[in-house]
């Protein structure tokens, strides 16, 4: 089974500043993906950014940016320069290969960025 | 490209009565759509993966008399909740999962159906 934990409820940021926003995983399987999933107030979830397992290097996205260490099962997701447009839910989410490959969300980190 | 069109976006209807909820890939073909719901404030929970052709798999807990999931074709899945009550008053979400050159590997997802029983 997978299972996804963001422990930080709520977050906030000034205008301009960087954040980071924690997520640890558990998955038996070898091959999967990572995602983070942004869902402003119209719940429309929009892909923020994604990770290959097999791939050692750190996706970046503009000013998206994670630290994937896949030994210590945990993916990180930073955003440089906030803007006001990031306020949004945030999840993180673990996709495994072979089988159903279902996605599997965490609960979830609220980001309020302060002007 | 990769678009998965979800309607209706609100509905209402009373207590005892049935309702459906449409997920149409519109560019591509969905072999497997998952439907989720989400409470306020919480996050996505796994009901159903549907497959073209075939029955769908329930979460455990899911009533799949309840909530009945049908994806005759590679474009349109459906959830019909039946008998709805106020309690399955929610905000239903569908997704599919895209792969290809252009989009890479990932899921794509309808904009929701907020539900209210009445």
């Known amino acids: 089974a997978q299972t996804v934990t963001q422990s930080q409820p709520e977050m906030s940021v000034q205008e301009a500043e960087t954040v980071t926003l924690s997520c640890t995983y558990d998955?038996?399987?070898?091959?999967?993906?990572l995602f983070w999933y942004k869902q402003p107030p119209s719940r429309q979830m929009i892909l923020v950014i994604r990770?290959?397992?097999?791939?050692?290097q750190n996706a970046t996205e503009n000013r998206f940016s994670v630290n994937f260490q896949k030994a210590a099962k945990s993916f990180s997701l930073k955003i440089s320069d906030s803007q006001l447009g990031d306020t949004a839910m945030y999840f993180c989410?673990?996709?495994?290969?072979?089988?159903?490959?279902?996605?599997?969300f965490g609960k979830g980190t609220k980001l309020t960025v302060n002007p | 490209g990769a678009v998965v069109s979800q309607h209706p976006s609100r509905v209402i209807c009373k207590s005892g009565t049935s309702v459906k909820i449409e997920c149409r890939s519109l560019?591509?073909?969905?072999?497997?759509m998952f439907w989720y719901r989400q409470f306020p404030k919480q996050s996505l929970m796994l009901m159903a993966t549907?497959?073209?052709?075939?029955?769908?798999?329930?979460e455990q807990g899911v009533e799949k008399d309840k909530f009945l999931i049908n994806h005759a074709s590679l474009t349109l899945s459906t959830l019909t909740v039946t008998s709805a009550h106020p309690e399955d008053s929610s905000f239903y979400i569908c997704?599919?999962?895209?792969?290809?050159?252009?989009?890479?590997?990932?899921?794509?997802f309808g904009s929701g159906t907020r539900l209210t029983v009445v």
């Open positions: 560019d591509f073909q969905a072999t497997t």
């Open positions: 990770q290959e397992a097999y791939k050692q």
């Open positions: 989410a673990l996709a495994a290969q072979g089988g159903s490959e279902k996605l599997v």
């Open positions: 997704s599919a999962r895209v792969f290809g050159a252009d989009v890479g590997y990932g899921y794509t």
């Open positions: 998955t038996s399987e070898n091959n999967y993906y």
């Open positions: 549907s497959n073209e052709g075939s029955k769908a798999t329930y």
